[in-house]
């Protein structure tokens, strides 16, 4: 093992932990647990593979990029808008 690499217990060993651990903790608690167990499981899964870039784990984790305010910005600059403008309305 390297330095500073930590391995990931075998399936078996984290579904006895999860065994073990949901009569002890509340249901929300044993939910989360599940969560980051299956989470581990799946990155280290990816990593295994090493076909796996730092963009789609970055995506895996934190989902789709989405709007940023420099995108709605340049929208906003090339439909004439400007940022904070409203469109005009005709005069009554």
Sequence with gaps: MKPGTLPLPSAEVLQGFLKVLKPMVPASVYAIALVLVRTAQMLFEELV?????VARLRRLLFGASTETTSRLAARAGSSGQTSGSRPSTAAR
């Design 49 to 53: 593979k090493k076909k796996v870039s």
